[in-house]
């Protein structure tokens, strides 16, 4: 079993667990994923890291409650538990001084973004950051993304803080701006396809760190295969990240759709812990 | 003279079993494994032991079935095998000890397989007896892996006093016989009530430790004296034709590993889901193949069909299993092989295969299959599984230095399952490619052997 040190809400439905998991915390890079299951009868999904801390030996994880399990998850508290923790799983980023480095970070994507951001700018780069949201209230990770980078830009859909529109339009401007040598981008599928659409049009590289739907994490099951420069590919250990202008993003985007009327069926039995 | 025959074992009905998950085989009634013992003709230089992997003493054990002694025959099983439960379902025992023994000149050989398989289940019901150990060394052994041959490494090691702790990347214990052999072939309880065996011996088993990821070979070569490495063929192969990653399309480990580990079967009861639709493709046709086809149809498929580029003497699934799935009405396309998959609004909706010819043999000895120029053809499809072979899981090669390995991808090691790395040994499909339990288990006697004399040097 796994304990909950901590939990706390960062947006609405959006959570922020700190798990106990010593072994993780000592080895877990930027980058990297675990995989949890809840008990019993759940599912394993992949999570993010968003923290570690080697010393209380905890790693902290940040979701969006959109399906049954994360919704579980979220109904949880401090001194709870889950059954399952492995990791940390994939490839960590690679970290090197490129230079100039734009981090993109959307929704609960910003999360695992800031530990990236923080290991680029401790590697000598020039770290300019772009969040973005829907709306104000679903921007995390404002303050760390602002202590991790050089600047930091804000976008939301709605415009209730900074640029009214897409990360993409921010993209734009600074890449009209100045120099970029390279662009990681975490977030939804959609957005991180847009970063790679704005990025190819001027060749710089950019990284990507996909979200496919996942079973055990460890090579075996192939659930996570994505199409990368023609090659298939499995995102839990030839991954998470890839190069963003080489992914076919539309193979993808349908194959997170596989399950969309199981998740539902899934979502309305959990009735009893919707709060 | 013994009768020709083996006693017959009873089985659920075909069109019974097709609609839920309980395991087809039923086993022999203790009358039923007497008249079968007494068949035995008690060689005094049995052909059968040596057909085995792991070496049982198996005229020893027939006799004292045959005397109505089953706890010593459980005895006489365990001293060589730990997981007898196991082998007594999942064995190829027409291709070892039976395949040696005289009475199959003339009839049918000693029903050995299921004689195995009815003292372990005799004992299990009764609770199972841990054994005497020897007395605890200060040696400590770390194992990778919980599949067949990690858990006969464990029990030997334990058995000979050790200290055993075994990682396991899932959250499961027993490797492929959890996440890959099927309820209905190999039941759940059976695997868990051996592990548990494995467990009395002393063996700590660690679930959701990811050898190479969360702990790496080097920092295990710190605290233990000898490592075995047990990490299975986990790799899946794919076709590599076009359409592949449409929805709708499982690599065999995926529609086993949803069905057996994740209970997909028990959706929405458990969480995890899986998608069957009415036509169901499955491409091979080895034992993995014959569980997907058969899993496909237990899920509510209609029409299952078998794609094969052979024909059906080439098949490598074991005779029992292939009977097994015609009798539950699964079909079969032999001298086919898929070339595209073409779908619709994202999902699969066709198999476009080409009919093949056999041709001269090529270097696994079996006969070439040719491609028939202008055979195209489609089949139309909902679901396809994709169960052509696994390779060896790749994740500890890449993370560990220094440790060889071969052309084909497999952890490299000696006749005596040692590899390129001091104290680290290994065993099982790792080191073979996808292979069966038995001889995954007989590696892991050999390697244990093995451990055993490094450590007490």
């Given at each position: 079993?796994?304990?909950?040190?901590?939990?706390k809400?960062?947006?609405?439905?959006?959570?922020?667990l700190?798990?106990?998991a010593?072994?993780?915390a000592?080895k877990?890079?930027?980058?990297?994923?675990?995989?949890i299951?809840?008990?019993?009868?759940?599912?394993?999904?992949?999570?993010?890291?968003?923290g570690?801390?080697?010393q209380?030996?905890?790693?902290?994880?940040?979701?969006?409650?959109?399906?049954?399990?994360?919704?579980?998850?979220?109904?949880?508290?401090?001194?709870?538990?889950?059954?399952?923790?492995?990791?940390?799983?994939?490839?960590?980023?690679?970290?090197?001084n490129?230079?100039?480095?734009?981090?993109?970070?959307?929704?609960v994507?910003?999360?695992?973004?800031?530990l990236?951001?923080?290991?680029?700018?401790?590697?000598?780069?020039?770290?300019?950051?772009?969040?973005?949201?829907?709306?104000?209230?679903?921007?995390?990770?404002e303050?760390?993304?602002?202590?991790?980078s050089?600047?930091?830009?804000i976008?939301?859909?709605?415009?209730?803080?900074?640029h009214?529109?897409?990360?993409?339009?921010?993209?734009?401007?600074?890449?009209?701006?100045?120099?970029?040598?390279?662009v990681?981008?975490?977030?939804?599928?959609?957005?991180?396809?847009?970063?790679?659409?704005?990025?190819?049009?001027?060749?710089?590289?950019?990284?990507?760190?996909l979200?496919?739907?996942?079973?055990?994490?460890?090579?075996m099951?192939?659930?996570c295969?994505?199409?990368?420069?023609?090659?298939?590919k499995?995102?839990?250990?030839?991954?998470?990240?890839?190069?963003?202008?080489?992914?076919?993003?539309?193979?993808?985007?349908?194959?997170?759709?596989?399950?969309?009327?199981?998740?539902?069926?899934?979502?309305?039995?959990?009735?009893?812990?919707r709060? | 003279?013994p009768?020709?025959k083996?006693?017959p074992?009873?089985?659920q009905?075909?069109?019974?079993?097709?609609?839920?998950?309980?395991?087809?085989?039923?086993?022999?009634?203790?009358e039923?494994a007497i008249?079968?013992?007494?068949?035995?003709?008690?060689?005094?230089?049995?052909?059968?032991?040596?057909?085995?992997?792991?070496?049982?003493e198996?005229?020893?054990?027939?006799?004292?079935?045959?005397?109505?002694?089953?706890?010593?025959?459980?005895?006489?099983?365990?001293?060589?095998?730990?997981?007898?439960?196991?082998?007594?379902?999942?064995?190829?025992?027409?291709?070892?000890?039976?395949?040696?023994?005289?009475?199959?000149?003339?009839?049918?050989?000693?029903?050995?397989?299921?004689?195995?398989?009815?003292?372990?289940?005799?004992?299990r019901?009764?609770?199972?007896?841990?054994?005497?150990?020897a007395?605890?060394?200060?040696?400590r052994i770390?194992?990778?892996?919980?599949?067949?041959?990690?858990?006969?490494?464990?029990?030997?090691?334990?058995?000979?006093?050790?200290?055993?702790v075994?990682?396991?990347a899932?959250?499961?214990?027993?490797?492929?016989?959890?996440?890959?052999?099927p309820?209905?072939r190999?039941?759940?309880?059976?695997?868990?009530?051996?592990?548990?065996?494995?467990?009395?011996?002393?063996?700590?088993?660690?679930?959701?430790v990811?050898?190479?990821?969360?702990?790496?070979?080097d920092?295990?070569?710190?605290e233990?004296?000898?490592?075995?490495?047990?990490?299975?063929?986990?790799?899946?192969?794919?076709?590599n034709?076009?359409?592949?990653?449409?929805?709708?399309?499982?690599?065999?480990?995926?529609?086993?590993?949803?069905?057996?580990?994740m209970?997909?079967?028990?959706?929405?009861?458990y969480?995890?889901?899986?998608?069957?639709?009415k036509?169901?493709?499955?491409?091979?046709?080895?034992?993995?193949?014959?569980?997907?086809?058969?899993?496909?149809?237990?899920?509510?498929a209609?029409?299952?069909?078998?794609?094969?580029?052979?024909?059906?003497?080439?098949?490598?699934?074991?005779a029992?299993?292939?009977?097994?799935?015609?009798?539950e009405?699964?079909?079969?396309e032999?001298?086919?092989?898929?070339?595209?998959?073409?779908g619709?609004n994202?999902?699969v909706?066709?198999?476009?295969?080409?009919?093949?010819?056999?041709?001269?043999?090529?270097?696994?000895?079996?006969?070439?299959?040719?491609?028939?120029?202008?055979?195209e053809?489609?089949?139309?499809?909902?679901?396809?599984?994709?169960?052509?072979?696994?390779?060896?899981?790749?994740?500890?090669?890449?993370?560990?230095?220094?440790?060889?390995?071969?052309?084909?991808?497999?952890?490299?090691?000696?006749?005596?399952?040692?590899?390129?790395?001091?104290?680290?040994?290994?065993?099982?499909?790792i080191?073979?490619?996808?292979?069966?339990?038995?001889?995954?288990?007989?590696?892991?006697?050999?390697?244990?052997?093995?451990?055993?004399?490094?450590?007490?040097?």
């Amino acid at each position: 079993m796994y304990r909950i040190v901590a939990k706390k809400e960062v947006a609405p439905a959006v959570k922020s667990l700190t798990i106990d998991a010593p072994l993780l915390a000592k080895k877990a890079r930027p980058g990297q994923f675990i995989i949890i299951r809840i008990g019993e009868e759940g599912e394993r999904i992949p999570l993010t890291i968003a923290g570690l801390d080697v010393q209380q030996g905890t790693i902290t994880t940040i979701f969006l409650e959109v399906g049954k399990t994360t919704k579980q998850l979220g109904c949880l508290n401090e001194g709870d538990a889950i059954s399952d923790l492995a990791g940390p799983l994939g490839n960590p980023t690679e970290i090197k001084n490129y230079g100039s480095v734009v981090c993109v970070g959307g929704g609960v994507g910003v999360a695992p973004l800031y530990l990236v951001a923080k290991a680029l700018k401790d590697a000598g780069n020039e770290v300019i950051s772009i969040i973005g949201g829907r709306t104000k209230e679903l921007l995390i990770f404002e303050d760390e993304m602002q202590q991790a980078s050089d600047e930091l830009y804000i976008a939301t859909d709605d415009g209730s803080k900074g640029h009214h529109g897409f990360v993409t339009d921010v993209l734009q401007e600074l890449i009209a701006k100045q120099k970029i040598d390279r662009v990681l981008a975490v977030g939804p599928t959609v957005m991180m396809r847009a970063v790679a659409k704005v990025t190819k049009n001027h060749n710089i590289k950019t990284i990507v760190s996909l979200n496919p739907i996942m079973v055990d994490g460890t090579g075996m099951c192939g659930a996570c295969r994505v199409t990368v420069g023609g090659e298939t590919k499995f995102t839990c250990v030839d991954g998470p990240e890839f190069d963003a202008h080489l992914v076919d993003f539309e193979e993808l985007m349908n194959r997170q759709r596989t399950y969309i009327t199981e998740e539902k069926v899934a979502l309305e039995r959990c009735g009893r812990c919707r709060h | 003279m013994p009768s020709l025959k083996k006693q017959p074992m009873s089985e659920q009905e075909g069109d019974k079993r097709i609609h839920n998950f309980d395991e087809v085989a039923l086993g022999y009634t203790p009358e039923q494994a007497i008249t079968e013992a007494k068949r035995c003709l008690q060689c005094a230089k049995p052909g059968c032991t040596q057909g085995c992997p792991v070496g049982i003493e198996i005229p020893a054990f027939i006799r004292c079935i045959a005397d109505e002694d089953f706890e010593g025959a459980i005895r006489v099983i365990k001293k060589r095998n730990n997981l007898p439960a196991i082998c007594g379902r999942v064995c190829p025992y027409e291709n070892q000890c039976e395949k040696f023994c005289v009475l199959g000149k003339k009839g049918e050989p000693e029903g050995i397989g299921r004689l195995e398989r009815f003292v372990a289940d005799y004992e299990r019901k009764k609770g199972i007896q841990i054994p005497e150990k020897a007395e605890a060394t200060d040696k400590r052994i770390a194992i990778v892996g919980s599949g067949p041959a990690g858990l006969t490494v464990a029990a030997d090691l334990a058995k000979l006093g050790h200290d055993v702790v075994i990682y396991e990347a899932l959250h499961e214990s027993g490797g492929v016989l959890i996440y890959g052999i099927p309820e209905f072939r190999l039941p759940k309880d059976v695997v868990k009530a051996e592990i548990e065996y494995v467990k009395q011996l002393g063996v700590d088993i660690q679930t959701n430790v990811v050898i190479g990821k969360t702990i790496s070979i080097d920092e295990l070569r710190e605290e233990f004296d000898a490592i075995f490495i047990g990490t299975g063929a986990g790799l899946p192969h794919f076709m590599n034709i076009p359409g592949e990653n449409l929805c709708g399309i499982y690599s065999a480990n995926e529609f086993l590993i949803r069905t057996n580990l994740m209970r997909a079967y028990k959706f929405p009861e458990y969480d995890t889901p899986i998608k069957v639709g009415k036509r169901v493709a499955v491409i091979g046709a080895g034992n993995v193949a014959m569980d997907s086809a058969r899993v496909a149809l237990r899920l509510g498929a209609e029409d299952v069909r078998i794609v094969y580029r052979r024909s059906e003497k080439e098949m490598p699934a074991r005779a029992e299993e292939t009977a097994h799935a015609k009798e539950e009405g699964i079909k079969f396309e032999f001298l086919t092989n898929p070339i595209r998959m073409a779908g619709e609004n994202g999902w699969v909706k066709q198999l476009e295969c080409i009919r093949m010819k056999l041709g001269e043999p090529d270097e696994s000895g079996r006969r070439k299959p040719i491609p028939i120029e202008g055979s195209e053809f489609a089949l139309d499809v909902d679901t396809v599984v994709v169960a052509i072979g696994q390779k060896p899981n790749p994740l500890i090669a890449k993370m560990t230095k220094g440790l060889r390995i071969t052309e084909k991808g497999a952890v490299w090691v000696d006749e005596n399952g040692r590899t390129s790395i001091e104290g680290v040994f290994a065993g099982g499909d790792i080191t073979t490619g996808a292979a069966t339990v038995i001889e995954a288990m007989g590696a892991g006697k050999k390697a244990a052997r093995a451990i055993h004399e490094h450590i007490s040097r």
